[in-house]
């Protein structure tokens, strides 16, 4: 069976840096493309950073490039999101994602971990 935990979130002012954990169970993480998602008060889940199984490259949206990074660990089986310069527009449930084909639909994702960005 394969989870996804989430954890690291929490409150913290803008400009401020976390930095999300995701543990993976049940899945290599060398067969899967890892990834962030985000989803906001009202609004739709989205896109945040992905992590290629193949080449290791990484692709972030635009709204975080250059902010947040995208890491992982394959000892831990845990991949990172470093999150820097903190905005409140970043305040959202961040959850991790993982797929095994190279296109398509997202298989797995985790449960959540709340990001507040506020002073």
């Known amino acids: 069976q394969v989870r996804l935990v989430e954890s690291g979130g929490g409150l913290v002012e803008p400009g401020g840096s976390l930095r999300l954990s995701c543990v993976a169970s049940g899945l290599s993480m060398s067969d899967y493309h890892m990834g962030w998602f985000r989803q906001a008060q009202g609004k739709e889940r989205e896109f945040v950073a992905r992590l290629s199984r193949i080449n290791g490259i990484t692709i972030y949206a635009d709204s975080v490039k250059g902010r947040f990074t995208i890491s992982t660990d394959s000892a831990k089986k845990t991949l990172y999101l470093q999150m820097n310069s903190l905005k409140p527009e970043d305040t959202a449930v961040y959850f991790c994602?993982?797929?095994?084909?190279?296109?398509?639909?997202?298989?797995?994702y985790g449960q959540g971990t709340q990001v507040t960005v506020s002073s």
């Open positions: 994602a993982a797929r095994r084909a190279d296109y398509g639909a997202w298989n797995y």
